[in-house]
């Protein structure tokens, strides 16, 4: 099947180069000539411009545009929109604020256009282990574009099967699921991705107690000298708290026990944000997930060993680099 790509970044690229090997053909434009021609030599037909890119697409196009949250996101789906036809889909894999999804499948339906929202988990590394995907949007468009999202998908054989789930199909256990109407996907991402500040923020506090375990204002015989980095690999291995962060983190601490290089500012994303703002119009409490988002805002201002451990996690899953506060 052939996808157009528009954002060649760490993740927008690596899917390109994963629906290739799965046999897909991709056509590519991003705003860097540098990395559409890298691409190209990989073997995707590369585009100098917007018009040259929905001119390379076959009827009914579809178009997934993979650029940061925001004014960006805004400007590339108009303008995709005024060059695109009845019948074309125009897919936002980026991190994008619900609401904003709902407003524009309303613009793009007007059209003739469908809109598809996929919140798309597995950063760097998703070119290997595959991309977990919730997709919101028309059954329609998301039903024909199901051989992309079974390409990027990390596949059923990636996670033991839940007991129970034999005889209830769907793609779930495939790793992609379509949620609902346009919204739904980011709305599901948007939770998905404060879920994991809270989890990140207690993996990173219980880290910070034991790494304080032999502070001298404890009595001698209470201080613990503890190898960090080797409770953090014991836990890998059968613990009910092991989990794919658990194992980054195991990483990060392999590579700089004290975590030197990184200053303990935490930068949030914005879905964080979101999701505490959904769980006030909802009058829902979710005390954890607001304690981890204000935790980010007192980094930029306080560091500790917890928020540079925040800081090792965000690099390893996302590739972030942290930059200290007003830098």
Known sequence: MQLGMIGLGRMGGNMVRRLMRHGHECVVYDL??????????????????MEAFVRSLNKPRAAWVMVPAGDATETTVMKL??????GDTIIDGGNSYFKDD???????????????DVGTSGGVWGIERGYCMMIGGP??????????????????????????REGRGGTAEEGYLHCGPSGTGHFVKMVHNGIEYGLMQAYAEGFDVMKHA???????????????????????????????????????????????????????SGEGRWTIMAAIEEAVP??????????????????????????????????????????
């Open 32 to 49: 860097n000539p540098a990395n559409v021609e890298a691409l190209a030599n990989e073997g995707a037909a590369g585009s100098q411009s």
């Open 81 to 86: 929109a005024g060059l695109m036809g009845r």
């Open 102 to 116: 709902v407003r524009r499948a309303r613009i793009l339906r007007e059209k003739g256009l469908h809109y598809v």
């Open 139 to 164: 059954s329609e468009a998301v039903s024909r574009l199901d051989p992309i999202f079974k390409a990027l998908a990390p596949g059923i054989g990636t996670a033991p099967r839940t007991p129970g």
């Open 214 to 268: 032999d502070s001298p204002d404890l009595p001698e015989d209470h201080r613990f000298n503890l190898d960090l980095t080797d409770i953090a690999e014991v836990w890998r291995r059968g613990s009910v708290v092991g989990s794919w962060l658990l194992d980054l983190t195991a990483m990060a601490l392999v590579e700089d026990p004290e975590l030197r290089r990184f200053t303990g500012t935490v930068q949030d």
């Open 286 to 327: 979710c005390d954890v997930l607001s304690a981890s988002l204000f935790t980010r805002f007192r980094s930029r201002q306080d560091h500790t060993f917890a928020e540079k451990l925040l800081s090792g996690m965000r690099n390893k899953f996302g590739g972030h680099v942290e930059r200290a506060a007003g830098g």
